[in-house]
């Protein structure tokens, strides 16, 4: 289960429970606990770029996990996100039906934040429960 509230304005809160997300969701909170959200400092939605920041982030490894039946490259935080630090995002070989049921749940649960353009952005806090 993911939950989103707005509160203050343009600052989402994000809670996600582990125990749904299996190796998923035990990746998250592990990379994003602890004091600025692990070292990544503030997190915005950023959709525009999504895609590139994808591919950069698990370039060097897709060779290493290619015909790994069930696994999925799950990187944190995930591409749709930007964020004030230069640490790169924590990529891991996952299960893919964890990896994909938690992506897909929070990018539906984020479609309630629009972007107009990519300077529109909405800040993000991660909670675990």
């Keep these: 289960m993911?939950?989103?509230?707005?509160?203050?304005?343009?600052?989402?809160?994000?809670?996600i429970r582990v125990s749904a997300y299996g190796q998923a969701g035990e990746h998250w909170r592990d990379v994003l606990s602890g004091p600025n959200h692990g070292g990544y400092g503030k997190i915005y939605i950023q959709r525009f770029g999504a895609n590139l920041r994808r591919y950069l982030s698990c370039y060097e490894l897709r060779d290493y996990y290619r015909g790994v039946t069930g696994a999925n490259l799950d990187e944190c935080p995930g591409a749709m996100f930007i964020w004030t630090t230069d640490?790169?995002?924590?990529?891991?070989?996952?299960?893919?039906?964890?990896?994909?049921?938690?992506?897909?749940?929070?990018?539906?649960?984020?479609?309630?934040?629009?972007?107009?353009?990519e300077r529109d952005l909405w800040e993000v806090?991660?909670?675990?429960?």
């Design 2 to 15: 993911i939950l989103t509230s707005e509160n203050p304005p343009g600052v989402v809160t994000v809670t």
């Design 125 to 129: 806090r991660f909670r675990f429960e």
């Design 87 to 117: 640490k790169p995002a924590d990529v891991e070989a996952i299960d893919a039906i964890d990896n994909q049921k938690l992506g897909r749940k929070l990018g539906n649960e984020l479609r309630k934040y629009p972007q107009v353009d």
